[in-house]
């Protein structure tokens, strides 16, 4: 069992920047893929980044590339998403989730990969 919470969210204004942290609890999360998810009113919950258990290897959404970057410090069991270059359409609810499953693009952007989820961090940018 693996329990996550997410903080660092906030308002900030149109290209700015908020650096994410989301802490996991009760194992390590090193063995798991970590993800990064978004979901905005109206709009399914979509996959911003992820990174393999061992990390070096990421993924990162076509929208996010070259703004967001994932990260993970082991001895800290954290996870990070250092989001710069911010966008009024990166307005969402963010959600720090873990996988047990195989590195592949398919695996680790499907929501349904990951079996433990934190509570979400809102994050809102002004235009």
């Known amino acids: 069992q693996v329990q996550l919470v997410e903080s660092g969210g906030g308002l900030v204004q149109a290209g700015g920047s908020l650096r994410l942290s989301c802490a996991a609890s009760?194992?390590?999360?090193?063995?798991?893929?970590m993800g990064w998810f978004r979901k905005a009113p109206g709009k399914e919950r979509e996959v911003v980044a992820a990174?393999?258990?061992?990390?070096?290897?990421?993924e990162s959404a076509d929208s996010v590339k070259g703004r967001f970057t994932i990260s993970r410090d082991h001895a800290k069991n954290t996870v990070y998403l250092r989001m710069n270059s911010l966008l009024p359409e990166d307005t969402a609810v963010y959600y720090c989730?873990?996988?047990?499953?195989?590195?592949?693009?398919?695996?680790?952007?499907?929501?349904?990969?990951?079996?433990?989820w934190g509570q979400g961090t809102q994050v809102t940018v002004s235009s």
């Open positions: 989730a873990a996988a047990f499953t195989d590195w592949t693009a398919a695996q680790v952007s499907r929501p349904r990969s990951y079996a433990y």
């Open positions: 009760g194992r390590t999360c090193s063995s798991y893929v």
């Open positions: 990174i393999r258990p061992g990390g070096g290897s990421t």
